[in-house]
C-alpha cells in the first residue's frame, strides 16, 4: 500500500496507530522521538518510542541534528528491532529551528550530507527515509538539494509536504515539486499536504506520479480514512463512513487503548483532544468540545455525547472541517547569519 500515516506528536502514539491499523493497511509512522532521548535512556521517550507487541513495521521517526547523536540512537533502535526509522527535517517550530535543526538543517547541504551518512552507518539495513518541506521560506527553498542528497547518501525514500517552514499550513499546499522531485529521483518520493479523502490521495498520486500518499490532519477524528483508502487503491467503491452510534464504538476502543498505554490519569487527558475531533461537524456539537477538553474519564466523554443519535450520519461538511493547525504564517527562527551561506561554517 502506497499509505503513510504522517508523524504526528501527541497523535500517532502507539494507541492511535494500533486503531487505524484495524481500519487497514498502510506504514503507520509514530510521532516524533528525540534522537538524544534515546541515547540518554529518558524514561518519557522511550515510552513514546514503545510498540503493541503485535505491530509491524515497527516504523520511528526520529529528531536530531549531530550525526555521532543520530548513528547511536539508529543503532540502538535497529538493535531494539525497529524496521523503518524516518528523520524529521521539517519541523517548523521555533525550539528547533533556531539552534539549526529541523527545518533549518537542509540548508546546510554539508551538514545534511554528514547527518544523512551517520543515519546510515548506523542503521545499514534498516528501511530509512527523510520528511522535509519545500525550504525555510519561499526564497530558500530546499528540496531539489535535499532529495538529491537523500539518495546519494542512501536513503529509501523522500516524504516532501509542500509547504515551506514559514507557511506552517497556511493556505494550500503545493504539489508541483512534488511532481518534480519524483521525476528526479530513482527514490521514492511521497506527498503530503492537504489530502482530506480517498480520492485526493489517489488523484494526487495520477497528477504527480509520486510513489506514495503521506495522511496528516485528514485522519484527525477519521481513522476509517484508511479503509476507505485501501478500499480505493484495491480498485473498490470506498466503503461509506460510519454513523454516530459506530463511531462510539470506535471512541470506546481508542479510549481504551489511551488508558491501557497511558493509565487511568494520563489515558483521559490525551482522548480529550480525540474525542474533540471525533464530534466536529456533527449538528448540535459545538456546545460540548468546551467540555471534551476538560474530560477526566472516558464514561465521562462518552456520556457527553450521549445526545447524538446512533444513526446520526457522518456529515460531508465534516470532512474537510478544519482539525488542529490553523491557517497564519511565521518567521522562521534561525541561528545568527544561518542564511549566508549554504554551507557549512
Ligand atoms: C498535530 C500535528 C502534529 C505533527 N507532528 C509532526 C511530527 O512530529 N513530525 C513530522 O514530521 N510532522 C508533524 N506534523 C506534520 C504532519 O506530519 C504533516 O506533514 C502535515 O500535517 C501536513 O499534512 P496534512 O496536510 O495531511 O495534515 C504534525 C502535524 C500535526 C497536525
Given at each position: 500500500m502506497p499509505v503513510v500515516l504522517a508523524p504526528m506528536a501527541?497523535?500517532?502514539?502507539a494507541p492511535y496507530r494500533a486503531l487505524c491499523r484495524s481500519f487497514g493497511q498502510a506504514l503507520y509512522v509514530s510521532e516524533m522521538i528525540s534522537a538524544r532521548g534515546v541515547l540518554e535512556n529518558n524514561k518519557k521517550t522511550l515510552h513514546l518510542a514503545s510498540f503493541f507487541p503485535d505491530e509491524h513495521p515497527k516504523s520511528l521517526q526520529l529528531f536530531a541534528k549531530e550525526p555521532q547523536v543520530l548513528e547511536k540512537a539508529a543503532r540502538i533502535l535497529t538493535d531494539q528491532g525497529i524496521e523503518h526509522l524516518d528523520l524529521n527535517l521539517g519541523c517548523p517550530v521555533r525550539k528547533l529551528t533556531a539552534t539549526g535543526?529541523?527545518?533549518?538543517?537542509?540548508?546546510k547541504q554539508r551538514r545534511l550530507k554528514r547527518l544523512l551518512a551517520a543515519f546510515r552507518r548506523g542503521a545499514p539495513q534498516q528501511n530509512l527515509s527523510i520528511k522535509i518541506r519545500l525550504g525555510i521560506d519561499e526564497d530558500h527553498l530546499t528540496w531539489r538539494e535535499t532529495g538529491r542528497i537523500a539518495q546519494e547518501e542512501g536513503m529509501d525514500a523522500v516524504a516532501l509536504h509542500g509547504r515551506t517552514a514559514a507557511q506552517l499550513y497556511d493556505g494550500e499546499a503545493d504539489w508541483d515539486p512534488i511532481a518534480e522531485l519524483s521525476a528526479s529521483l530513482r527514490i521514492p518520493v511521497l506527498g503530503n499536504g492537504d489530502l482530506f479523502d480517498a480520492s485526493d490521495a489517489l488523484l494526487r498520486m495520477r497528477q504527480t506520479g509520486c510513489a506514495g500518499v503521506v495522511i496528516g490532519?485528514?485522519?484527525?477524528?477519521?481513522?476509517w480514512l484508511f479503509r476507505e483508502l485501501e478500499a480505493l487503491f484495491s480498485g473498490h467503491s470506498p466503503p461509506p463512513p460510519p454513523n454516530f452510534g459506530e463511531i462510539k464504538a470506535i471512541i470506546r476502543r481508542h479510549g481504551e487503548l489511551l488508558l491501557q498505554f497511558f493509565g487511568p490519569e494520563l489515558g483521559p487527558r490525551h482522548l480529550r483532544k480525540f474525542a474533540a475531533w471525533y464530534t466536529?461537524?456533527?449538528?448540535?456539537t459545538n456546545h460540548i468540545r468546551d467540555q471534551l477538553v476538560r474530560i477526566k474519564s472516558l464514561e465521562e466523554c462518552l456520556a457527553l455525547m450521549?445526545?447524538?443519535?446512533?444513526?446520526c450520519p457522518f456529515p460531508p461538511?465534516?470532512?474537510?472541517?478544519?482539525?488542529c493547525k490553523k491557517g497564519g504564517r511565521q518567521r522562521v527562527a534561525l541561528p545568527p547569519g544561518w542564511l549566508d551561506s549554504r554551507e557549512c561554517e
Open positions: 501527541g497523535v500517532t502514539n535543526g529541523g527545518s533549518a538543517l537542509p540548508y490532519r485528514g485522519c484527525l477524528g477519521r481513522p466536529k461537524g456533527f449538528p448540535g450521549e445526545h447524538i443519535p446512533d444513526d461538511r465534516a470532512i474537510r472541517a478544519k482539525r
